[in-house]
């Protein structure tokens, strides 16, 4: 079974402070690991992957930290600024050589100024 | 920077109906999706396509189901006979390769059955 698991639906920050979103995994076998982020009426954005063999990758102000004993993956902003507040999906690769994704729920980030 | 096309961007339809989405994708792309994300769920995937033909289906993409990339640019799907639980919004992707980072997703299409 291949599933991946957002279980806050929401988190408020203030802005400036770090922001933490949560994801949970099932399947063992996966090779890599995706955040997107999701405004209003646009489509899904990469923001930033990890491969599994890594346990943490950062890109500017975000940072993807794994741990794989536990089946989690985090994403942490910092600082956080209003323009952070969207939906955050975090994804893997399904089954197959296809390419296709497997998203979780998703997070909505509000950062309040 | 390169986008992926898609319309309309809203679309009503009674039931019964058929609809085509219409999604244009970056042109040295090579593989091709679609996914749905029903309000307030998480987005599923619907069909892969490469090389001119379905290199996957999930169990959503039923026979009222279908994609065409009639003319090397174009990618549509088409839902033959509208169910209300289509009600969702539609997004269209692109990749160049198989570097999965690639992936690039369109701004959607909402599509309500009434």
């Known amino acids: 079974d291949q599933q991946v698991k957002q279980n806050s639906p929401s988190l408020s920050v203030q802005e400036g402070r770090i922001s933490i979103l949560n994801c949970d995994y099932t399947?063992?076998?996966?090779?890599?690991f995706l955040w997107y982020k999701k405004y209003p009426a646009e489509g899904p954005t990469f923001l930033i992957s990890?491969?599994?063999?890594?346990d943490k990758n950062e890109d500017g102000r975000f940072t993807v930290f794994l741990n794989k004993s536990a089946k989690h993956l985090s994403l942490h902003i910092v600082p956080s600024q209003p323009g952070d507040s969207a939906v955050y999906f975090c994804?893997?690769?399904?089954?197959?050589?296809?390419?296709?994704?497997?998203f979780g729920q998703g997070t909505t980030l509000q950062v309040k100024p | 920077e390169p986008e992926v096309t898609q319309t309309p961007s809203h679309q009503v339809t009674q039931m019964g109906q058929e609809v085509i989405l219409r999604c244009v994708p970056i042109?040295?792309?090579?593989?091709f999706y679609w996914y749905r994300q029903i309000l307030g769920q998480k987005v599923e995937f619907l069909v892969s396509?490469?090389?001119?033909?379905?290199?996957?289906k999930s169990e959503i993409f039923d026979d009222q189901f279908s994609v065409e990339r009639p003319d090397g640019s174009n990618f549509t799907l088409k839902i033959r006979s509208t169910k209300l639980e289509d009600s969702a919004m539609y997004f269209c992707?692109?990749?160049?390769?198989?570097?999965?980072?690639?992936?690039?997703f369109g701004s959607g299409t909402r599509l309500t059955v009434v």
């Open positions: 992707a692109s990749r160049q390769s198989y570097m999965i980072y690639g992936y690039t």
């Open positions: 399947n063992s076998m996966f090779d890599y």
């Open positions: 042109s040295n792309h090579l593989y």
């Open positions: 994804a893997a690769p399904g089954s197959g050589n296809t390419g296709k994704l497997i």
């Open positions: 990890i491969s599994s063999i890594k």
């Open positions: 396509f490469y090389n001119n033909e379905i290199s996957e």
